[in-house]
């Protein structure tokens, strides 16, 4: 389920939670509503194996019972994995997410059509990389090198890929043919929050640097600089790569010492 808004998301389980006789705590005052919230909302388009909720709740049974009820009660493609019982004191998942990781594929034809191998092992092996990050109201520069912990990419046949095969309007034509599948860890915190179509376009740049004649690197890059032509004081933006272009599965979110959210909780 990849195509839901977190606004959604949150009525969904404040659903689910009454249907499987939750007992969760309420707010106070004219307009109570359960407490709970999530650690970081899941862009729309995007898949994930790893979300978390921290409910409060005024009673409880076992994880097992209450895992069970919940999935008894909800929808196709939602499926609650584990619930631990979290400390008095701990800080909420929301401010506890330091990074993420994430699985990155791209759809049957719109593959890349640059060696996206090399650029993996170029910006690897490469001790800086600065991009402009939009925020809100402007661009920055930052150091992406700063804000990416892991990154690797193998061959894998399409088929394995798309098991269930692929989305509707795709084709695959042969299912043999290896596609790239793309493991990375990226920054997630609220101030650099880093995501994997910013990395993936940093890659396809740095390619496109390494296959330069020395005539075209001889001239000033101004990739990266801001365009200043306009008067905007903002990089042009470029349409790569489209929210269409890639599958993105978030498969864990963790804290600063790279320990899964699920991890600061215990066993009930």
């Not at 076992?62 to 800080?91: F, H, S, V, W």
């Not at 084709?171 to 650099?192: C, F, N, Q, T």
């Not at 349409?239 to 864990?252: A, G, H, Q, V």
Request: proline letters at 6%; glycine letters at 6%; charged letters at 30%.
């Amino acid at each position: 389920m990849r195509y839901i808004g977190h606004l959604d998301t949150m009525r969904f389980f404040q659903r689910l939670i009454r249907r499987s006789n939750i007992d969760a705590a309420y707010s106070e005052g004219f307009s109570p509503h359960q407490i709970l919230s999530f650690a970081q909302p899941l862009g729309v388009g995007v898949e994930s194996n790893a979300e978390y909720m921290d409910l409060e709740v005024k009673s409880l049974t076992t994880a097992e019972d209450m895992t069970e009820r919940m999935n008894r009660e909800t929808a196709e493609g939602i499926e609650i994995l584990d619930m631990t019982l979290l400390p008095e004191k701990c800080a909420k998942a929301m401010a506890s997410v330091y990074a993420a990781g994430y699985t990155v594929v791209f759809r049957p034809g719109h593959e890349p059509d640059w060696d996206i191998m090399a650029a993996v092992e170029l910006f690897n092996g490469t001790e800086s990389v600065k991009v402009m990050k939009k925020s809100k109201k402007s661009y920055r520069e930052v150091e992406l090198k700063e804000l990416v912990y892991s990154l690797s990419v193998k061959m894998v046949p399409a088929g394995e890929v798309f098991p269930e095969g692929p989305l509707s309007g795709d084709v695959i034509d042969d299912e043999k043919k290896e596609v790239p599948v793309l493991d990375m860890v990226l920054s997630a915190s609220s101030g650099d929050n880093v995501k994997p179509g910013l990395l993936i376009k940093a890659l396809r740049t740095l390619d496109s640097k390494k296959h330069r004649t020395d005539s075209e690197a001889s001239a000033p890059d101004t990739s990266s600089e801001p365009d200043t032509a306009s008067g905007s004081g903002v990089p042009e933006e470029e349409e790569y790569p489209s929210k269409t272009d890639l599958m993105i599965t978030r498969e864990e979110l963790f804290d600063s010492n790279m320990k899964p959210l699920i991890d600061a909780g215990m066993r009930f």
